[in-house]
């Protein structure tokens, strides 16, 4: 079955960016959503079919893929956009929809 | 406004049943694909199954199908997930999602609104 691979973390400071990346075979291929957690709230679209940002969502993320990764960028963070973020694609070969395990932003 | 609440979770015995309902509001469920999302606690989310809009095609995870049945109802604006023969592993909170777009099967779209989830606990 297809696989996704995240970072288990990534932390960066107020103000810096951060870049969450999504390791897939091909992935380039495939279109990749981006999803916020928080504890005890829904999960958030934040980025649909690689870079489209839903309207609600702020212009400082945006999302990219090419090759084997895709990789969700956020500038000028801010401590509200600590989170669980995870990637997610359909396989077509399985039929199956499939999460990355997932990344948990630090905001220092 | 969209809102999807779920309900029906509950600490159960293994090879018990659970019927899950997501009721939708702020938009006609039966436009759009619906899906079952669960999360391990402390662990990332799975995909559960999913129920295209004009319930033409149903899908499910290898490790619930055969055990878990998706459904829907349109006079209700709400999705269902019947597990059977659960097992300690299905432990999960489980969310309802919506698919983005409109009178499409189309599976590799997002879901671009959630609910906050129902937990089932499977243990003796």
């Known amino acids: 079955s297809y696989v996704l691979t995240q970072p288990p973390s990534v932390s960066v400071a107020p103000g810096m960016t951060a870049r969450i990346t999504c390791g897939g075979n091909n992935i380039e291929r495939k279109s990749v959503h981006w999803y916020q957690l928080r504890p005890g709230q829904a999960p958030v679209l934040v980025i649909s079919y690689d870079t489209d940002r839903p309207s609600e969502i702020p212009e400082r993320f945006s999302g990219s893929n090419s090759g084997n990764t895709a990789t969700l960028s956020i500038i000028r963070v801010e401590a509200g956009d600590e989170a669980d973020y995870f990637c997610q694609v359909w396989d077509r070969d399985s039929d199956q929809k499939v999460f990355g395990g997932g990344t948990k932003l630090t905001v220092l | 406004e969209v809102r999807l609440v779920e309900s029906g979770g509950g600490l159960i015995q293994p090879g018990g049943s659970l019927r899950l309902t997501c009721v939708a509001s702020?938009?006609?469920?039966?436009?759009?694909?619906m899906d079952w999302v669960r999360q391990v606690p402390g662990k990332g989310l799975e995909w559960v199954s999913s129920i295209s809009w004009n319930r033409a095609n149903v899908n499910y995870a290898d490790s619930v199908r055969g055990r878990f049945t998706i459904s829907r109802d349109s006079a209700k604006n709400s999705l269902y997930l019947q597990m059977n023969s659960l097992r300690p592993e299905d432990t999960a909170l489980y969310f309802c999602?919506?698919?983005?777009?409109?009178?499409?099967?189309?599976?590799?779209?997002?879901?671009?609104?959630w609910g906050r989830g129902t937990m089932v606990t499977v243990s003796s």
């Open positions: 999602a919506k698919h983005k777009k409109k009178w499409l099967v189309q599976p590799n779209d997002a879901f671009d609104n």
């Open positions: 702020g938009f006609t469920s039966d436009d759009y694909d």
